[in-house]
């Protein structure tokens, strides 16, 4: 990651204003997984929550990724994450009106903390996602 690009500037899903902490991501692949780091910034650290609950149950802060492997449309999945490390998965059909909670899917992923920042790394295999590599990639 030292060589990565870190990007900010997220705004609020609803209503549409900036953030008000900052939050820099960068993404990487390889040809067999997806690579996300993110660096969720908290001045005052120990506001950071981060509980612990079984997968699938994400409360506290958390990182949140909306994936669309196909072309199609209408499906995708969303993987998120919280300060505890708790990971979410679920897929999504028909714009979001569909979900299904049993979609678990084999990523694996990692936080940390730093003097004013909680920091998550995500790895996704692409076979997970339904991506084949092309052929130079193999």
């Known amino acids: 990651w030292r060589r990565a690009t870190f990007t900010k500037g997220f705004v609020r899903f609803t209503p549409d204003k900036p953030a ?31 509980p612990q609950r079984p997968r699938d149950e994400l409360v506290g802060d958390s990182i949140e990724v909306f994936l669309q492997p196909g072309l199609d449309g209408h499906h995708f999945v969303q993987l998120a994450l919280n300060a505890a490390g708790v990971q979410y998965d679920c897929l999504m059909s028909h714009h979001g009106a569909r979900v299904r909670m049993d979609f678990d899917m084999a990523w694996t992923s990692a936080v940390g903390r730093e003097p004013q920042a909680w920091t998550a790394e995500v790895a996704i295999p692409l076979s997970q996602l339904l991506v084949r590599p092309s052929e130079d990639e193999s």
């Open 20 to 50: 008000p902490l900052d939050t820099e991501f960068a993404v990487a692949a390889d040809g067999k997984h997806l690579y996300l780091a993110v660096r969720c910034h908290e001045p005052t650290p120990e506001r950071i929550k981060a």
